[in-house]
């Protein structure tokens, strides 16, 4: 079955400790993001990659990085989180079509 | 820059009622148009899309047409169910460095 995958689908932390979001899809597909929801604000992209080591930022990327070792791989770094980045988190790809498929999201809390 | 409008604030509405979502763009060129749906505790999936003017993207009774002259791709369906019930986000494509922008969103509930 075509589909991303994001692990953990929930996460407590505190502020400070290092966290890794997985994200892997299986369509190979060389377009991925990473997003974030908060109510109010809607959808916003942290950081997208067209393909293996290429990566740039999005409309928010402060406090995160990510990395793009291999093609099905996309995973989101916050080195030191802070109550800020509660959210939830959504990872996404997208092959030559237009159409974007989303991951189940990552709900994070950080205390 | 490209960029999407939706209406504001939550739609909630009874069974077999008519539902209309808003969803105004600016562009430049000719993007593509996407609504997408996030039910809940779940990612958002493609609804319908329309990639040139006119065009009528249809699905799950759910439709909505690619209006240049206003610049709008309003979501319609004609009766609503309970199952419904979600976020619903228009999208344009591109965006910058060929990526999606979204509105923020409406949630719609269907009450019985």
């Known amino acids: 079955e075509a589909q991303v995958t994001q692990n953990p689908r929930y996460l407590i932390t505190v502020t400070g400790k290092k966290l890794t979001v997985t994200c892997s899809q299986n369509m190979n597909h060389e377009y991925m993001s990473w997003y974030r929801q908060d109510p109010g604000l809607g959808l916003r992209q942290i950081y997208y990659s067209m393909n293996v080591e290429v990566t740039d930022k999005g409309d928010v990327p402060e406090g995160y990085k990510v990395s793009r070792k291999e093609k099905r791989n996309f995973p989101l770094i916050l080195e030191s989180p802070s109550p800020n980045q509660t959210s939830l988190y959504f990872c996404?790809?997208?092959?030559?079509?237009?159409?974007?498929?989303f991951g189940p999201g990552t709900r994070l809390l950080v205390l | 820059g490209n960029s999407v409008t939706q209406m504001e604030g939550p739609v909630t509405l009874s069974e077999e009622a008519f539902l209309t979502i808003n969803c105004t763009y600016t562009?430049?060129?000719?993007?593509?148009l996407f609504w997408y749906v996030q039910y809940p505790g779940e990612g958002l999936q493609l609804l319908l899309k329309a990639t040139k003017a006119d065009d009528k993207g249809s699905n799950k009774g759910f439709e909505a047409t690619y209006r240049k002259e206003t610049t709008s791709f309003h979501l319609e369906k004609g009766s609503v169910q309970v199952s419904d019930s979600a976020v619903y986000f228009c999208?344009?494509?591109?965006?910058?460095?060929?990526?999606?922008?979204f509105g923020k969103g409406n949630q719609v509930v269907v009450i019985p």
């Open positions: 999208a344009l494509f591109p965006y910058g460095n060929n990526r999606l922008a």
């Open positions: 562009a430049t060129g000719y993007p593509s």
């Open positions: 996404a790809s997208r092959g030559r079509s237009e159409t974007q498929y």
